[in-house]
């Protein structure tokens, strides 16, 4: 049986071959800060789509996948912060002396010396450093002076697409990747600087992991936007190990069981465990899930409804319990977290004490949805209650 990425990878593939051909016109394309103009026509976008997302070879498109990311978590320890790259990109030089890497440096920075053994920390002209079977973008290099050359306040820039028709092409993919998958597509961003250590060490690079955003437009139309740019965003390791996770459990999990994205930090703290046992925001919770005519997950009660139980009755359950999680102390931190908690009638509640719910209980929470899932998808009704 497929996986969850390769199914939906395959998908998007087959998708994706459908609105290239069908919404790029045969015409000139030029892309900004450009001269040149590009002649795109069906037999270019043929010839991109084998190259990028080949249907014919959807069962390894996955593989590619998990590769690209793969590859980019092994540079992720040497990434610098948001805050020292933004610094870094704000010299405005291509040298850095001293005293500008001791400042980077206290700000988070990595300053990695010049390895002809990796084409991430080489100083090579080509701007977009591509993967296994060069189906999507690793890696793009920045110097001072690129067109649009601006890195905004909350890190985001554009960066321009190579001048062929397979080049833009791939930049639709990966947003169109992302955009299916739910989940960030991130490559590295490279700067690199003269910072002489000897006569061979020259050269010294600050990277870090930057996600392709604000592509909803880019892909209402390919055939307006295959020579946009891409806009990026600088972003923390922590962000992208936390959506490796997601991406790794697409690969490993089966149809029937589902992956969710991260719930944000500041709404999971908010609606933790002990905010919401016996408080002003648990009785909104019930008070939603009565109103919407959600049920009881167990069986001993046959799956009543919660409008028929007074709220002293209905509980938050653990799927992990806390007891389990004492046990194993690496999961204390999140055993009250939204996603660990699922309204349950008390009877139910009180007959699984100690234990994990069941395979058929399991399942039963899992269609009716822990809290964290509310959160996402109702998160404002249920406030508002």
């Known amino acids: 049986m497929e996986n969850r990425l390769e199914k939906t990878i395959i998908a998007a593939a087959k998708k994706f071959n459908d609105k290239a051909l069908t919404e790029i016109p045969t015409k000139n394309y030029q892309v900004a800060g450009k001269t040149i103009k590009i002649l795109v026509n069906k037999s270019k976008i043929k010839n991109a789509l084998k190259k990028t997302c080949p249907t014919t070879k959807s069962s390894i498109l996955s593989k590619d996948m998990i590769a690209h990311f793969e590859e980019l978590e092994k540079f992720l320890p040497f990434c610098s912060s948001p805050r020292s790259f933004r610094s870094a990109w704000d010299l405005r030089s291509k040298a850095l002396n001293k005293y500008d890497a001791d400042t980077l440096v206290n700000e988070g920075a990595q300053i990695i010396p010049v390895n002809k053994g990796s084409r991430i920390f080489e100083a090579i002209q080509q701007g977009v450093e591509l993967g296994q079977n060069q189906r999507l973008i690793t890696a793009v290099r920045h110097s001072e002076g690129n067109y649009d050359d601006i890195l905004d306040d909350q890190g985001r820039f554009s960066y321009q697409p190579p001048t062929d028709a397979t080049g833009m092409l791939r930049y639709r993919w990966c947003q169109y990747l992302s955009k299916q998958l739910n989940v960030p597509f991130f490559l590295i961003a490279v700067m690199w600087f003269e910072y002489r250590i000897s006569k061979s060490l020259n050269l010294v690079f600050i990277v870090s992991p930057a996600k392709i955003i604000d592509f909803d437009s880019d892909l209402n139309n390919l055939g307006d936007s295959l020579s946009n740019p891409l806009t990026l965003q600088i972003v923390n390791r922590s962000e992208v190990y936390n959506y490796l996770n997601i991406l790794y459990s697409l690969n490993e999990t089966k149809l029937e069981i589902e ?119 109702a998160e404002h009704e249920i406030r508002s209650v």
Do not use: M
Request: glycine letters at 6%; charged letters at 30%; one cysteine or more.
């Open 259 to 377: 992956t969710r994205s991260p719930l944000d930090e500041a709404l999971a703290r908010e609606w933790a465990f002990d905010k919401i046992n016996a408080s002003s925001k648990g009785r909104k919770i019930k008070k939603w899930a009565t109103k919407t005519g959600k049920a009881c997950p167990g069986t001993l009660c046959n799956h009543i409804k919660f409008g028929k139980l007074d709220s002293k009755n209905i509980a938050f359950g653990h799927i992990i319990s806390q007891d389990w999680a004492r046990s194993f102390t690496y999961i204390l931190g999140k055993v009250d977290h939204p996603d660990n908690l699922y309204l349950t009638c008390q009877k139910c509640n009180s007959s699984l004490s100690n234990n994990f719910p069941d395979t058929k209980l399991r399942k039963e929470i899992n269609n009716r949805r822990t809290i964290g899932d509310w959160l996402r998808s």
